[in-house]
């Protein structure tokens, strides 16, 4: 069964910083292409970013280009955010999402709540 | 950036009854790239309808999709009480992937 659990989320003010991870179970993580996908709460999706899966290949949404970075850790099938410079407009539920081809979405995680807030 | 519109923004209808869901993209995006997403309060999404028209797995076939080049439609042909959810379409025609805005399916 695939699963993906994210942790990470919480609290932090404007202008700090927070990680956000993903562990992956049940698939070769490996061979797969992964994303970040967030939403405002009450309101719409949003794509963030995703990686290929030898993390040679990353993208962004204009959003979050220079602020945010997608990593990986193969080794340990995880996937990261990284989060620098985090704005109001940056609260959000962060799902970790496998993506099949296209790329479409398949498997979704239950989401980590980032607040940012003074 | 490629902007998908989703209409109506609300539906209200009652089970058993046909749903039809509206997606219109900004510019033409190959039938292959546009697919479906259904979410329920407190749930993540769950992919329901790819290339346009194939069923994820476990989506029952009262489910279907149809469309090309700006203008896809995603069919529900006989509501049942656990299809009343936040629909939205999504497009990956290049490296930038966007999300329609929603369409809520609500019981009338």
Redesign the interface.
Known sequence: EVQLVESGGGLVQPGGSLRLSCAASGFTFRSCWM?W?RQDPGK????VA?IKPDGSER?Y?DSVKGRFTISRDNANNSLYLQMNSLRAEDTAVY?CARI?S?????Y????ALVTVSS | EIVLTQSPGTLSLSPGERATLSCWASESISS??L?W?QQKPGQ????VI??STTR?TGIPDRFSGSGSGTDFTLTISRLEPEDFAVY?C?Q?GS????????TKLEIK
Do not use: K, M, N
């Open positions: 994303s996908v719409g999706l949003e794509w995703h993208y949404v799902y099949s296209g790329p479409i979405f398949d979704w995680g239950q989401g | 292959r790239h697919a997403y993540a999404p769950r992919l790819y290339g994820a939205y999504q990956c490296s930038i992937v966007t999300f329609g805005q929603g």
